[in-house]
């Protein structure tokens, strides 16, 4: 079955500097990938997807995202970081039948100054 | 374009209670599912609906219930409430697939 695991439960970066978010998966086959990003007592808004072909993948709000078959990653990287981006991120992986999402538990990001 | 709305946003219920939730798809999406997150969890699969038929069903038992209407708006009913069921509940709706566009939600609490 597949699953995801999001290794880190809470991250805190200073402002302006770099952030990668870790994502493994585990799924047989090419997997449908995706981030999205929930900010207190919102809902899930969509960063950016991966189906096939390149593997490094452009998304919203200058977040990227990596897709390592090797390494069964998916991680999400940003290059310099805004206190608007502390929220929780979700890393998820498509079932095989393409009908729902599994989702990893999350991890928190908190910005400093 | 509307995104996807959710109502109400809150909601308060006794054990033993029954609920209905309540979602407007994005325009010209024809597909919805649902999703329950618990406090400190990801969101987990309910259910999804197409051309009003379930399409998919994740690991949650029958008192958990949905309907598909013709302009694709959907509800999420849930019977005999327990408190296990407070969570954050999420539809979203999409174009035959993927990716799915989300909700703000309704918080269901269950006293």
């Known amino acids: 079955a597949q699953s995801v695991t999001q290794p880190d439960i809470h991250i805190t970066v200073s402002e302006g500097a770099s952030l990668e978010l870790r994502c493994n998966y585990s799924y047989g086959a090419t997997p449908y990938l995706f981030w999205y990003v929930q900010s207190p007592g919102q809902g899930l808004q969509l960063l950016l997807k991966y189906f096939s072909g390149d593997t490094l993948v452009q998304g919203i709000k200058g977040f990227e995202a990596e897709f390592k078959r090797s390494q069964s990653s998916f991680n999400l990287r940003k290059p310099s970081v805004h206190w608007s981006d502390a929220a929780e991120y979700f890393c998820a992986v498509a079932n095989q039948a393409g009908t729902a999402l599994i989702f990893g538990k999350g991890t928190t990001l908190s910005v400093s100054s | 374009e509307t995104g996807v709305t959710q109502s109400p946003t809150h909601l308060i219920k006794t054990r033993g209670q029954q609920v209905t939730l309540r979602c407007s798809s994005q325009?010209?999406?024809?597909?919805v599912s649902w999703y329950q997150q618990a406090l400190g969890q990801g969101p987990q699969f309910i259910f999804q609906?197409?051309?009003?038929?379930?399409?998919g069903r994740g690991n949650f038992p029958p008192r958990f219930s949905g309907l598909q209407f013709p302009n694709y708006s959907s509800e999420l009913n849930v019977n005999a409430l327990e408190l296990d069921d407070s969570a954050l509940y999420l539809c979203?709706?999409?174009?035959?697939?993927?990716?799915?566009?989300f909700g703000n939600g309704t918080r269901l609490t269950v006293t």
């Open positions: 609906y197409y051309r009003e038929e379930e399409n």
């Open positions: 325009s010209g999406h024809n597909t």
């Open positions: 979203a709706s999409s174009l035959a697939g993927l990716p799915l566009h």
